[in-house]
C-alpha cells in the first residue's frame, strides 16, 4: 500500500507565499517522476510542475518564475514553494508521483489534495 499526503495549503493574501509538502510512504521500490496539478472551481485539473528522479523541472506558463519545485528523495518527499500568489492560483492542489511497488509495478498515486486560498 502506498500513501501520498499533503500538507501546507491554506490562506495567503497576493503576493504572500506558501510551501506545499507530498510525502510518500508504504511499499515502494522506487519513485520517478512527482508532479503537482490544481483544479479550481468549474475548471479541469492541471499540469503545475514536474520532477524528474533525476531533478529535471518542468512548469506551467502561467507559475514560471514564481513556484519551485524540488524533492528529497531520502524522504520520499516534494515540495512546491510558491511565491508572489495570486488570486487565480486559488485552487485544491493535488501532488502526484509514478511509484514502483515491491511487486515492481510502475502506478500513478495521487494525494487527496490541499486547498490554497489567494485572497485579501
Known amino acids: 500500500q502506498v500513501r501520498l499526503v499533503e500538507s501546507g495549503g491554506g490562506l495567503v493574501q497576493p503576493g504572500g507565499s506558501l510551501r506545499l509538502s507530498c510525502a510518500a510512504s508504504?511499499?515502494?521500490?522506487?519513485?520517478?517522476?512527482m508532479g503537482w496539478y490544481r483544479q479550481a472551481p468549474g475548471n479541469q485539473r492541471e499540469l503545475v510542475a514536474t520532477?524528474?528522479?533525476?531533478?529535471?523541472?518542468n512548469y506551467a506558463d502561467s507559475v514560471k518564475g514564481r513556484f519551485t519545485i524540488s524533492r528529497d528523495n531520502a524522504k520520499n518527499t516534494e515540495y512546491l514553494q510558491m511565491n508572489s500568489l495570486k488570486p487565480e492560483d486559488t485552487a485544491v492542489y493535488y501532488c502526484?508521483?509514478?511509484?514502483?511497488?515491491?511487486?515492481?509495478?510502475?502506478?500513478?498515486?495521487w494525494g487527496q489534495g490541499t486547498q490554497v486560498t489567494v485572497s485579501s
Open positions: 502526484n508521483a509514478d511509484i514502483v511497488g515491491l511487486d515492481w509495478r510502475l502506478r500513478t498515486y
Open positions: 520532477i524528474t528522479s533525476g531533478g529535471s523541472t
Open positions: 508504504g511499499s515502494i521500490r522506487s519513485i520517478y517522476t
